[in-house]
């Protein structure tokens, strides 16, 4: 059973579209997270949602909106793609009691 | 100051080898401590993790934080090839602030 799983793994896309990104996890947590991680393997945060409701938004572009349709979901959508948004990003999860658990990631090119 | 600091390596240790990796950080709020190891193309898979000051030890990995000298390290004993990847320390408050990661050649 895998824990948090993204959809799709890769995706390769031109720049102007606009594309997203699926998360689910059934672990039963309360709070997910977006996080990117470029090409020199910095991880960094991105958005994090509990219970459905925004609570943190890192400085990130308007293009990319985060939805939240149940708490076992996160998903990310990204309008009018850019090159410089190539990366590969990770959704994750935790509750009050556990660290972070993360899924296997969406290796996202834009040429 | 970044939040979190990290040498990124490369760090080569022979096969058998103890090794230590290290974060320092700035954010004294920090109070939930965590070791991320990621091998490529893969999520980071939780290690470690500490609540506050002190040791932890899960069998060959020991994590260590000193909050008075705001800095953290995760020790490898009998390092095997296997452990070749890329560790990133993690810190938490409201969020999970991680460091840029070390890569580790763990060498037969």
């Known amino acids: 059973d895998t824990a948090v799983s993204q959809t799709p793994k890769y995706l390769v896309t031109q720049m102007g579209n606009d594309k997203s990104i699926k998360c689910e996890q059934n672990l039963g947590h309360d709070t997910m997270y977006w996080y990117k991680q470029d090409s020199k393997k910095f991880l960094k945060i991105m958005f994090s949602?509990?219970?459905?409701?925004?609570?943190i938004n890192e400085t990130v572009p308007n293009r990319f909106s985060p939805k939240s349709p149940d708490k076992a979901h996160l998903n990310l959508h990204i309008n009018s793609l850019e090159l410089g948004d190539s990366a590969v990003y990770f959704c994750?999860?935790?509750?009050?009691?556990?660290?972070?658990?993360f899924g296997q990631g969406t290796r996202l090119t834009v040429v | 100051q970044k939040e979190v600091e990290q040498d990124p390596g490369p760090l080569s240790v022979p096969e058998g080898a103890i090794v230590s990796l290290n974060c320092t950080y700035s954010n004294s709020a920090f109070q939930y401590f965590m070791w991320y190891r990621q091998y490529s193309r893969k999520g980071p898979e939780l290690l470690m993790y500490?609540?506050?000051?002190g040791n932890k030890e899960d069998g060959r990995f020991t994590a260590q934080v000193d909050k008075s000298s705001k800095y953290i390290s995760l020790f490898i004993r009998d390092s095997q090839p296997s452990d070749s990847a890329t560790y990133l320390c993690a810190m938490r408050d409201d969020k999970i602030i991680f460091g840029k990661g070390t890569r580790l050649h763990i060498l037969p």
């Open positions: 994750a999860s935790r509750d009050g009691n556990t660290e972070a658990f």
């Open positions: 500490t609540y506050s000051s």
């Open positions: 949602y509990n219970n459905k409701e925004l609570i």
